[in-house]
């Protein structure tokens, strides 16, 4: 899929570190930097919702949201989670976790407005995906492919017991697959993966 809209900067980097906030009682409150450090993203996670609902916004303000991550299902295991773009509202794609094959080792599917196949997100080792699952504290790592199997990005988790960091790296500067959608996905999994997996 090419890029055919005009992108907010923070889109544009090809690498990112997402943080999870450690004292967030309710919901989850998501920081996201850039290479150099400074923050490109600002995310919170809705609380006391049955559906979840994540808000993406360029920074602390939240004066301008840029993406909306949000599930129709109640506690699904293969819920579907749409993305749409904040300005103007549109489905740019969405992402159904694979319920059975998450059990052992965690797989998504990535799919365009339209209800495309156009990507996959999995867990990079099975031997690792279920070390996680026993011993919480084995970080994750994920590998996102477009449709055909090219390596789009990989996902890293940061070894802390404390605070939650994830490690995007884009690998082209012309992804087959929109990358408010990848950004989406790093924001996602940060959320509700340890909960669900």
Known sequence: MTQSVTLHPSFLHDHYLVRRKFWRVFGGEFRVFDRSGALVF????????????????????????????????????????????GPTGKLIGSLKRKALKSLVKDEWTIFDPTGMEIGLVAEENLALALLSRLIGLIPQSFVITSHGGTKVAEIRQQFNPFILKNQLTIASPKPPIDRRLIVATVILLAGIERRQG
């Not at 303000?61 to 295991?77: A, F, G, M």
């Open 42 to 85: 600002f995310s919170e996670q809705a609380a006391f919702r049955l559906r979840e609902d994540f808000r993406v916004y360029p920074d602390e303000r939240q004066s301008e949201e840029l993406l909306s991550i949000k599930t129709e299902q109640i506690i699904d295991l293969a819920a579907t989670f749409k993305v749409h773009d």
